[in-house]
């Protein structure tokens, strides 16, 4: 098992948990855990025994997003005496930022995020990479950016409006205001609210249970699929899931699941 600065990761019967773990700082993202985000998600991937993660955190807070600290050193950290050159390093800087948050996409298992007290700025873009959301009742959220002079630039703007259309998008980043689970759901940001933070957990990880349970192959498949057709149109998507099926169909998984399907059996599939 890996171990980080700044995260808890454990894996139980296929099912990788990744905590956030600076309770003591509400879980914000410091330059540790950027790296350590995208060091754990790799892990997922490149791991045959995971087949699925739950994204969650450890303390009141799901995370308070980028530390200040962090950004009060960004000056020092791109410094140069050349005006250029100093642009280029905060861009480059930007560009691997964002770079660990999408490992959650790249990431072929699926990431599930359970989402307790505050997801503050950061957090938002943190969980919008995320393949499915669920949260607690205490769950609040808000796109915090605004409120400090800034553009939210690792990926709200990007993912947020494809979760929950352009309109509640731009409201929730202009005004920077705080919404509840509840508004969360009907938007269609979270796929369920759940009563406790308890029955979160216990909930999130029955789903990625049964998600483990399926066909590693074919969930992958279908983790690329969603992913590219997400992104492209239905004529290139179409295109692109035939030349998939027509190199991935043929497999011992399917065999196994027709079989299992003929006998009445649970299928028993290989990582």
């Known amino acids: 098992m890996p171990s980080f600065e700044t ?10 948990t ?4 600076r309770p003591e700082k509400a879980n914000a993202m410091n330059a540790a855990m950027w790296q350590e985000i995208r060091q754990a998600f790799e892990w997922v991937d490149q791991t045959p025994e995971v087949r699925v993660a739950v994204l969650q955190a450890e303390g009141r807070y799901f995370t308070a997003g980028i530390d200040l600290q962090m950004m009060l050193g960004l000056g020092a950290l791109v410094a140069d005496d050349c005006e250029g050159r100093q642009r280029e390093k905060l861009r480059r800087l930007i560009l691997d930022l964002q770079d660990t948050l999408s490992s959650l996409e790249r990431c072929r298992k699926p990431v599930l995020a359970a989402i307790h007290g505050g997801c503050i700025g950061g957090g938002i873009d943190l969980v919008t990479c995320a393949d499915m959301r669920y949260c607690s009742e205490d769950a609040s959220f808000t796109i915090k950016e605004i409120d400090i002079g800034m553009v939210a630039d ?17 409201e929730l980043a202009y005004t920077g205001r705080v919404f509840g689970a509840q508004e969360a759901r009907d938007m269609g940001l979270v796929n369920r609210v759940f009563a406790s933070r308890e029955a979160l957990y216990a909930g999130v990880q029955e789903i990625a249970a049964s998600i483990a349970a399926k066909s590693p192959l074919s969930i992958r498949g279908s983790k690329e699929m969603l992913n590219y057709a997400r992104d492209h149109s239905v004529a290139d998507s179409l295109n692109y899931v035939a030349t998939w099926n027509a190199a991935m169909l043929q497999s011992e998984d399917l065999k196994q699941a027709m ?13």
Request: net charge positive; aromatic share 2%.
């Open 18 to 21: 990744v905590r956030l773990n």
């Open 154 to 170: 690792v990926g709200t703007l990007q993912r947020l409006p494809r979760l929950i259309g352009q309109g509640m998008a731009r």
């Open 259 to 271: 079989a299992a399907s003929m006998q009445k059996q649970e299928p028993k599939f290989r990582d």
């Open 7 to 16: 995260l808890a990761v454990s894996l139980d019967a296929h099912v990788a």
